[in-house]
């Protein structure tokens, strides 16, 4: 197969677009195409300092050099999660992100590293509390979500930005829909503005490439990503949700953007518009400032504190602070 636009060999074919591009003109057309999300949805501009959050995957390594390569002032923030189970996938995670830097010294990199903030690793975390019984999945959402709007706040970034793909909107959106939950529904969007009460915007600039079309820029640039999935995303829902989508992408290309952009078209016709009106206001939490609706103190501080309690009865020093 030939490229479109100037016969070479081509390096990808792209059947829902009717489109092969050789290695070069898949790059300008990559590019090309964030550079118009981040502007239709108007997610943020030249003058404003974006937070990218990397975690090593292919998906957020190319974002960041896309952002990067476009001239937007990206710096990145990787949260260290201390994930271990016998192969170390933090530590790799890290290494893969030292070696994108490596070749990009103009690139900043944040590094929390969640053991060392707050006292305990997540999977630890995690056995130690009533959320993380089975699994750290919800522990681990949990610290992410916390972590990257404090680092947006402290650092003054204008937005935070991740590399959610297609195929992982494409899946959330299969499985809100199947549960109908319509709050989730109405709050699943490529930027959410930021709130008064001090959440950071948010923004998913790849949210139209299939996970295939990112693997292959990354491809293409030479970014060394970690391959791996998280040892704990073994049975995830969301991954059997991805699975079930693949299967009907497979019989019928361009399902996956169909069912995607159908629900952004709904949305934007205000097909969701006040069903988040039951959600509760937000109030800054009294122990460590961000936005939460349970009132006094956030679930990040209620969590931490269970954990320090059960460290203290273990026998374990517990840690005072947690991550302000
Ligand atoms: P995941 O939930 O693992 O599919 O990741 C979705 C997005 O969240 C990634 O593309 C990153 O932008 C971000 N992310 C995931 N893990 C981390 C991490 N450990 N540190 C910073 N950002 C992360
Ligand atoms: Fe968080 Fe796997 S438990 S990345
Ligand atoms: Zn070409
Ligand atoms: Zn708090």
């Known amino acids: 197969m030939k490229c479109t636009k100037c016969a070479a060999p081509a390096a990808i074919n792209m059947r829902q677009h009717r489109l092969a591009l050789c290695g070069d003109h898949y790059v300008e057309w990559f590019r090309a195409q964030t550079e118009r999300a981040v502007s239709k949805h108007r997610m ?7 937070l990218v959050a990397v975690s090593g995957g292919k998906d957020s390594l190319a974002l960041w050099d896309v952002l990067l390569h476009l001239g937007y002032q990206a710096d990145a923030l990787y949260i260290d999660l201390g994930i271990d189970d016998g192969i170390r996938y933090s530590d790799r995670s890290l290494t893969h ?6 070749g990009r010294p103009e690139a900043n990199l944040q590094v929390v590293d969640i053991e060392q903030v707050c006292g305990a690793s997540i999977p630890d975390a995690s056995r130690l509390t009533r959320r993380g019984r089975s699994k750290p999945c919800s522990v681990c959402g949990l610290v992410k ?3 990257m709007n404090r680092v947006a706040r402290d650092g003054g970034y204008d937005v935070v930005v991740t590399g959610h793909n297609l195929d992982d909107e494409a899946a959330v959106l299969f499985g809100n829909t ?3 939950q319509l709050g989730y529904l109405s709050r699943q969007a490529p930027v959410l503005p930021a709130s008064s009460q001090g959440l950071a915007r948010k923004a998913k600039p790849f ?8 693997a292959a820029y990354a491809l293409v640039r030479g970014i060394d990503y970690m391959y791996d999935e998280c040892p704990y995303s073994v ?3 969301s991954l059997r949700h991805k ?3 693949n299967e009907l992408e497979r019989q019928a290309p361009a399902t996956k953007l169909q069912f995607y952009l159908g629900f952004l078209r709904a949305r934007e016709e205000g097909a969701f518009e006040g069903l988040d009106a039951a959600r509760p206001d937000l109030s800054a939490c ?3 400032g961000q936005p939460t609706t349970a009132g006094q103190r956030c679930a990040f501080c209620r969590m931490w504190e269970q954990v320090n309690a059960r460290k203290g009865r273990l026998g374990e020093p517990a840690r005072a602070e947690n991550s302000r």
């Open 145 to 147: 979500r916390h972590v």
């Open 207 to 214: 949210h139209r490439f299939y996970e295939r079309e990112t």
């Open 243 to 245: 699975a079930v989508l």
């Open 178 to 180: 199947l549960r109908w």
């Open 235 to 237: 049975g995830a829902t």
């Open 286 to 288: 009294l122990e460590c």
């Open 97 to 102: 992100i030292h070696r994108f830097l490596a």
């Open 44 to 50: 943020f501009s030249r003058e404003e300092r974006v």
